[in-house]
């Protein structure tokens, strides 16, 4: 079976700091994606990427920017952190349209 | 744009009961996922469905295109049934798009 390992777990950022999330897969799937989950609430789509430097923006991509440079690997970078905000960021990838989520990165802002 | 309405909000069972989730969308979705969330908060795929009904122990999910909608029922609750409950469609128009619902948490009582 296959793994999705998102680094790191935990990140505490400063205000207007640039951040970088990073996510690899092992399953060899062609599309990976980068969800924001706030406490209490659904997922949104921040970038998805169909295939290697492929991007796409999902509904919340304003402040976020994503890269794609291998099949295996996904990162998403924090542009400028805005003070006291909190998420979790969650990795994903897929074949066939079924989807596998990492553990998630927490993300605080001092 | 395309939106995933998802009903209850909330939901409390008596183990060994049992209940359904629904998931409304405003357009017509080309295949629908659903997904347990658990307290540690990683995210299991629970069905992918294109079309028609899917079956799984005591989890039973339905995709209807047609009409726009998708039910998960679950019977004979358990304990470790508890936790959020997502499901993700894809629409037509936007390949590896998935648009998740706002949620359901579901709590099992003794």
């Known amino acids: 079976g296959g793994i999705i390992t998102q680094t790191p777990k935990f990140l505490i950022g400063q205000e207007g700091q640039k951040l970088t999330l990073k996510c690899q897969q092992n399953?060899?799937?062609?599309?990976m994606y980068w969800y924001r989950q706030d406490s209490g609430k659904g997922l949104r789509l921040i970038y998805y990427?169909?295939?290697?430097?492929?991007?796409q923006k999902g509904d919340l991509s304003e402040g976020y920017d994503a890269s794609r440079e291998k099949k295996s690997s996904f990162s998403l970078t924090v542009t400028s952190a805005q003070k006291n905000e909190m998420a979790v960021f969650l990795c994903?990838?897929?074949?066939?349209?079924?989807?596998?989520f990492g553990a998630g990165t927490r993300l605080s802002v001092l | 744009g395309d939106q995933v309405e998802q009903s209850p909000s909330a939901l409390s069972l008596h183990e060994g009961t049992g209940s359904a989730l629904r998931c409304n969308f405003t357009?017509?979705?080309?295949?629908v996922q659903w997904f347990q969330q658990n307290s540690r908060g990683s995210l299991i795929n629970l069905f992918y469905?294109?079309?028609g009904t899917k079956e799984n122990g005591r989890l039973k999910s339905t995709f209807n295109s047609k009409e726009s909608y998708s039910t998960l029922h679950i019977r004979d609750a358990q304990l470790e049934d508890s936790g959020t409950y997502f499901c993700?469609?894809?629409?037509?128009?936007?390949?590896?798009?998935?648009?998740f619902g706002q949620g359901t948490k579901l709590s099992i009582k003794p």
């Open positions: 994903a990838s897929s074949i066939r349209d079924t989807l596998y």
């Open positions: 399953f060899n799937h062609d599309t």
């Open positions: 990427s169909i295939t290697e430097n492929d991007l």
């Open positions: 357009t017509t979705m080309r295949a």
């Open positions: 469905l294109a079309s």
């Open positions: 993700a469609a894809e629409g037509f128009y936007n390949q590896g798009k998935l648009i």
